[in-house]
């Protein structure tokens, strides 16, 4: 059964930085793009970053680009995003997703085979 972990949400203040982390179980997605989604309250879910299975390939929502920085750790089946300068609104529940058959779908959040169950980040003004 695959499981999705996310941990290093939390409380910040505007322009500080938080480190989110996904570890997944049950299978090995080495070969697999691997992202992240944010939600926050009253909206559609959000593309934020995506890296390809070998890091070479990364694509950031225009919201986010220069502040937030994704990667990963295929040795122990990981994903994280740095992110810095963070705006109030960023705030947002934040899901790992894994899995996606092609690049260009990848704003889609149907087209993610695997979610986890989010960490909360909350920036303060």
């Known amino acids: 059964q695959v499981q999705l972990v996310e941990s290093g949400g939390g409380l910040v203040q505007a322009g500080g930085s938080l480190r989110l982390s996904c570890a997944a179980s049950g299978r090995t997605f080495s070969s697999s793009v691997m992202g992240w989604f944010r939600q926050a309250p009253g909206k559609e879910r959000e593309f934020v970053a995506a890296?390809?299975?070998?890091?070479?390939?990364?694509y950031y929502a225009d919201s986010v680009r220069g502040r937030f920085t994704i990667s990963r750790d295929n040795a122990k089946n990981a994903v994280y995003l740095q992110m810095n300068s963070l705006k109030p609104e960023d705030t947002a529940v934040y899901y790992c997703?894994?899995?996606?058959?092609?690049?260009?779908?990848?704003?889609?959040?149907?087209?993610?085979?695997?979610w986890g169950q989010g960490t909360q980040v909350t920036v303060s003004s």
């Open positions: 890296i390809g299975a070998r890091g070479r390939v990364i």
């Open positions: 997703v894994v899995e996606l058959p092609a690049w260009a779908q990848r704003s889609s959040s149907k087209m993610w085979n695997y």
